[in-house]
């Protein structure tokens, strides 16, 4: 069987009196597609964090890749978070005065040594040669969340993590992302995905669902996989 | 990559960060100028208070006393005392020798005055001889360059002044020239003794004091009219000294209270009553008195100069430390999601930390070069409006300044790195 990626245990975020994240279970498998569902508010950026290394858990433990990440300093999740993850946000967060391919190259600068034909083949990749010399306001929507993702890659990360990666695309855009998404998936990446477009939810392996802090199903979609969100045309 | 974004950066931000840049050249300019002014003010305020007067006086022990005791500075006992002008030189023999800037030797005399082409004669009038210029190699190897003009900087000249040596020629007090309508180019006749002397009149000085009255004369030619060769009546000395303090006082009372500790320590210290010591040592029969005002205001000034100068310079470092952190932190947080994201990807606290304090650090470089160029046009402007002269540049003031400059926009940025340093990637990354 294929070996666990990211196990999390009785894992639990509390803000005060709320509880953000309450006693979560969950076990991924390395080169599973997860998505992440569920109303607002009910903790899903917070679980996503506490995954992306961007925050810790208030109890329990989270098991990445074999480590136990749930009591580490703040200078150790940044190096965890480095080498084996690579994040998309649901505003892009490109930075305004880089081009395209310097935005990605800035992920290889933090991460080892930036290498603008390396940089160029993962922009090739997401379909953007072509506008690797225009800066982001230069692109459209669509194109920056490209950008994003080929500057989430550009480290061969051993998870992909996005936020609503296609919360501020349009229909078009969304197939081309989640088209990205599929062949990374063949390529073996693990991929978790918050979203709250059911469509892109439905293209994943296996799909969560949030209420207040709790999973409150556990859906295995692989019977369907694959079938989804086709690009048009093909 | 890191270069790339510094600069990219730097241009976009180019208001806030030609903000900064203004106020390091405001802060390093009057840094520059102040430091350069106060290490060039002591020359340069002695210099200035130089002109009024010589700041000690030589007098023959039986002249000064009775000067002293009766206010007499006429009659027996006063005008047949002298020294030797040939003791004169051993004033730069003196420990403190080298802060002597300028002494002239001066023969008191009177003669009978007459103009050629007018009848009779006009009187007795006062005449003093001195060195107008000197040059002379000293025994040491030294070469001195001295004389009354430059003891007499303020004086109105009408006409030139003598010539060293020139001992065919006169000067006149502005009023004893306007008295007797005597002009520059006039031929007068001096008699003293049955010793008849002509010269003509090369200027008329306005002194302000009293020597408007006299006649002014090399000190050789005076020596002559007056059979008194070899001799002189006083020798003013300019000396460049330090502030009295309670051991100077004391030892000015009277040396030989001092315990020989103290003694070795006032000796080796500029103090003028040291000074007037040392002098005494090596003029025969002569009594050195400071000419108290100006001795004393000269130091006095010249530490209250000072201390303005570095309080100027604190408070301006103080000034500039706090806008600049007004405008790094007003940047950072300006950025900060764009720093979360670089948090985000995987750079470390003080990697992000290094970015910022570069930029500034570049920033701060460039106003620093603009504003010590400029500090340095301040210090001449300050030169020459307030003392008259050009202000030596003194290259220690590039390292001091550059230290101040460095720990300035290090601290300015301290807020500004706390700042980056709590900041969470989460907290900026998924702003709603
Ligand atoms: N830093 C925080 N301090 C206090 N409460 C917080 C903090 N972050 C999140 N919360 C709370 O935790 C709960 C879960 O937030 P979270 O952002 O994970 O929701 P979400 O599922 O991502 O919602 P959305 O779909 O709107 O993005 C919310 O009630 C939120 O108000
Ligand atoms: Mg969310």
């Known amino acids: ?234 | 990559m890191f270069w790339r974004m510094i600069f990219k950066t730097l241009v976009r931000q180019k208001s806030k960060m030609l903000m900064i840049a203004f106020t390091v050249i405001l802060g390093v300019s009057l840094s520059t100028a102040m430091m350069n002014v106060m290490l060039g003010v002591g020359d340069k305020v002695n210099r200035e208070l130089k002109v009024y007067g010589a700041n000690i006086t030589v007098r023959h022990k039986d002249a000064a006393l009775m000067s002293d005791l009766y206010g007499l500075t006429e009659g027996l006992g006063v005008n047949d005392k002298f020294l030797y002008e040939e003791d004169i030189f051993k004033l730069k023999t003196i420990f403190w020798g080298f802060n002597i800037l300028d002494f002239v030797p001066m023969l008191d005399g009177k003669a009978v005055l007459s103009v050629k082409g007018r009848a009779g004669v006009i009187g007795e009038v006062s005449l003093f001889g001195t060195w107008t210029e000197k040059h002379a190699i000293l025994s040491t190897g030294e070469e001195l360059a001295t004389g009354l003009k430059t003891l007499r900087t303020w004086w109105e000249v009408e006409g030139e002044w003598l010539d060293e040596d020139e001992n065919n020629s006169v000067m006149l007090g502005k009023n004893l020239a306007l008295k007797n309508k005597i002009h520059v180019g006039d031929a007068v006749t001096l008699t003293n003794n049955g010793v008849v002397k002509n010269f003509i009149v090369k200027g008329i000085f306005n002194d302000g004091g009293t020597d408007d009255e006299k006649i002014l004369m090399n000190l050789s030619a005076v020596q002559e009219l007056m059979n008194l060769n070899g001799k002189i009546s006083s020798i003013e000395v300019s000396a460049l000294t330090t502030p009295d303090n309670d051991l100077a006082r004391k030892a000015a009372q009277d040396p030989k209270s001092l315990s020989p500790d103290e003694y070795e320590t006032w000796y080796c210290t500029a103090y003028v009553s040291a000074i007037c010591h040392q002098i005494q040592e090596v003029i025969r029969d002569g009594v050195a008195k400071p000419v108290r005002q100006v001795a004393e205001s000269e130091g006095t000034i010249l530490n209250k100069t000072t201390l303005l100068m570095i309080l100027i310079t604190i408070l301006s470092s103080i000034g500039s430390a706090l806008a600049i952190s007004n405008l790094i932190t007003a940047s950072v947080i300006e950025r900060s999601q764009e720093l979360g994201l670089l948090k985000a990807l995987g750079a470390y606290n003080w990697q992000i930390a290094l970015l910022v304090l570069i930029e500034v650090m570049l920033t701060g470089l460039f106003g620093g070069i603009l504003g010590y160029f400029l500090g340095i046009g301040f210090a001449q402007i300050i030169g020459q409006t307030v003392f008259g002269s050009y202000i030596e540049i003194a290259r220690m003031v590039i390292l001091i300044v550059a230290v101040i400059l460095f720990f300035v926009t290090l601290l300015g940025s301290v807020p500004a790195i706390r700042y980056l340093m709590a900041l969470k990637p989460t907290e900026v990354l998924h702003g709603k």
């Open chain 1, 1 to 234: 069987m294929a070996e666990k990626i990211l196990e999390l245990k009785n894992v639990s975020k509390i803000y005060g009196s709320l509880k953000a994240l309450a006693d979560i279970n969950l076990s991924v498998n390395a080169g599973d597609w997860l998505s992440i569902m569920g109303p607002s508010g009910s903790g899903k950026t917070t679980m996503i964090n506490i995954i992306g290394c961007m925050d810790t858990p208030s109890l329990g433990n989270v098991i990445l890749d074999n480590v136990d990440i749930s009591r580490e300093n703040a200078a150790s999740l940044t190096r965890i978070r480095r080498d084996k993850i690579g994040l998309i946000f649901q505003q892009f967060h490109l930075i305004s005065y880089l081009t395209a391919v310097e935005n990605v190259m800035v992920a290889q600068y933090y991460h080892s040594m930036p290498d603008e034909d390396e940089a160029m083949e993962a922009l090739e990749k997401v379909g953007l040669k072509d506008r690797a010399h225009h800066l982001p306001a230069q692109l459209s929507g669509g194109e920056q969340q490209r950008v994003c993702i080929a500057r989430a890659l550009i480290n061969s990360p051993q998870i992909l993590l996005g936020d609503e990666p296609t919360g501020n695309l349009d229909e078009e855009n969304e197939r081309i992302v989640v088209d990205i998404f599929r062949r990374l998936h063949d390529e073996g990446v693990t991929i978790i995905i918050v979203t709250h477009d059911p469509e892109v939810g439905d293209v994943a392996q296996r799909k969560i669902i949030l209420e207040h802090g709790k999973i409150i199903d556990d859906i295995d979609q692989s019977a369907t996989f694959g079938e989804a969100l086709k690009l048009k045309g093909k």
